[in-house]
């Protein structure tokens, strides 16, 4: 069975630039999650959608990032404009129910240079 | 201030020795989930304990939740290479926080 599908798996861009990072849940789950882990602060939840609805989204940075999740089997995160200091690792991951069990994607690592 | 605190940050062992690594907060947990993470990937969920005072033992892997429910304990028999990761707590409101992370390295 396919895992959570994330794309792209790497990304460079400049300053300035909006990124769109994309994430497949695993077929029959119903929450979805955005992570995002750097050194400095580990992994940190940005956003926790249960049935395609924001549950809570006060992980996320600011106005600059935004989450959606149209259908149950697509949600992307977008960051418009990109700063270098959003350069970490971002995962999705999915669950069935509660966040009690949740499978991780292979994470999109994003360069902002 | 982080949530779940996890020690030691960095633990660094010869093969077939045996280790332990915590899982420390102030606040009490409903369930607290283990996590290993090898580089490159996501972390995988190795277990969740529920109960305070639960054991759960995955092979070589013993896994112990506090009995009141605010810490928890990974202890590893005869260390391997492949045990080699970031191993990480998970917890809290809603279980949705992630500990600091203990970085284990196995030397073969």
């Known amino acids: 069975d396919a895992g959570v599908i994330q794309s792209p798996r790497h990304e460079v861009t400049e300053m300035g630039q909006e990124v769109t990072l994309r994430c497949k849940p695993i077929s029959g789950h119903n929450s979805l999650f955005w992570y995002r882990q750097t050194m400095m602060r580990g992994l940190e939840l940005l956003i926790y959608f249960n049935n395609n609805v924001p549950i809570d989204d006060s992980g996320m940075p600011e106005d600059r990032f935004s989450a959606k999740m149209p259908n149950a089997s697509f949600s992307t995160l977008k960051i418009q404009p990109s700063e270098p200091r959003d350069s970490a690792v971002y995962f999705c991951a999915s669950s069935f129910g509660g966040p009690e069990t949740q499978y991780f994607g292979p994470g999109t690592r994003l360069l902002v240079l | 201030t982080q949530l779940l605190e996890q020690s030691p940050q960095f633990l660094s062992i010869q093969e077939g020795e045996n280790l332990t690594v915590y899982c420390n907060s102030s606040?009490?947990?409903?369930?607290l989930q283990w996590y290993r993470q090898e580089p490159g990937e996501g972390p995988v969920l190795l277990v969740t304990v529920v109960t305070g005072g639960e054991v759960k033992k995955l092979k070589r892997l013993t896994f112990q939740f506090g009995d009141a429910r605010k810490d928890s304990s990974l202890h590893i028999t005869a260390a391997q290479p492949g045990d080699t990761g970031l191993y990480l707590c998970a917890g809290g409101p809603n279980n949705l926080f992630f500990g600091t992370g203990t970085r284990l390295t196995v030397i073969p």
């Open positions: 606040s009490v947990f409903s369930s």
